[in-house]
């Protein structure tokens, strides 16, 4: 029995040493190792807008492979063809238990013919559209958008006037909008900027660079007619009917200025509806000769390339100070302006406002007020 015993010690023994070095061979065992990428490429690597390239690879111990851009999982080796419009860099990802590894390849795309640059006036009705002295461009350029260079205007078109907010590709507006300045990368192929226009509303910048402060709402003839005080009572009907708009300059005609010929009646000067003031200034011209009156210094402005300002007449002055000044827009002093406007009967007077206040008075025209010119269009 004690020598059946001794054998099964033996044998137990022996397995106990084989399973113990079995244990440790495995603790000892190396571990997996991380996806190898043989090779990856592209060719050829610089291709015309069009054309297409290949890219190969092959992979060692992967679990899973992976190629961005598109592409995405693919076998441990293989081609695909792949036609980027622009440069592009594909980056191959090989994942095993054991962790990632990657690989990154390059396509370059060029243009064998240069690219234009045109801009549309887009339904304008004077100026010109700019041109822009770097196009033609190559493909993958960068283009800086030009401004309204030519004076674009859109005026009384089917009764409306418009201004020029920025450009479009596309003549709706549907697509990539860009406003001066503003910077695009030049595509595959030729591009057309559309002026892009919105109506007119109070505050808005005028043709001129003034500030529009009067929408009459079409530009239909004036459906009033203008009584003249004596000695010259003839009801008229304004001769300068197709406008609609009132735009203010934008800024004043300093210094201070008289009205002018104090003491002499000017005839027609007294109109002092809305729509008047031009007529008003015509009137003051034409019946007092001094140089360097309010009406004269707003009659012979130039600005923006624009000559055809006057003085307001009291009513359009009033527009002035309500639609502009009370918003802080116009940059008006709170101080005295002078209107086209005489005062009837006292011919020594005209009408000023307060752009403090919004008093309207009348006081002596030999008397220096602030001037700010507008124009009607």
Known sequence: MKRRKRTYFKYFSLFFTIAVLILIAGCNGTSPATPIINSFSAVPSTINVGESSTLSWSVTDA?????????????????????????????????????????????????????????????????????????????????TVLGN?????????GGTSYRLTGWNTEADGSSAYYTEGSTFIMGASNVILYAQWT???????????????????????ADFRIVKAAPDPVPITPTYSDWRYLEAAPSDQSPKLEWGCYGEAISGADGTAVGTGEQNTIDIETGCTTPGTAADICANLSLSGYSDWFLPSKDELNLMYTNLKLFGVG?????????????????????VQSFGSGTQFNNTKNINYQVRAVRAF
């Open 331 to 351: 940059g008006f002093a709170d101080i005295l302006y002078w209107s086209s406007s005489e005062f009837y009967p006292l011919y020594l007077n005209a009408w």
């Open 149 to 157: 260079t030519g004076d674009l205007t859109r005026i009384n078109d």
């Open 199 to 221: 109506p007119y509303v109070l505050g808005d910048i005028g043709p001129a660079g003034g500030y529009i402060f009067y929408d009459k709402g079409n530009y239909y003839k």
């Open 63 to 143: 679990t899973s492979v992976t190629i961005d851009n598109g592409v995405g999982s693919v076998a441990l080796s293989g081609t695909t063809a792949v036609s980027p419009i622009t440069i592009t860099t594909y980056t191959l990802t090989a994942t095993n238990s054991a962790g990632s590894v990657t690989a990154t390849t390059t396509v370059t795309v060029t243009v064998s013919e240069a690219l234009t640059i045109t801009y549309d006036g887009n339904g304008n009705t004077a100026g010109t559209v700019p041109v822009d002295p770097l196009s033609p461009y190559q493909y993958g350029a960068t283009v």
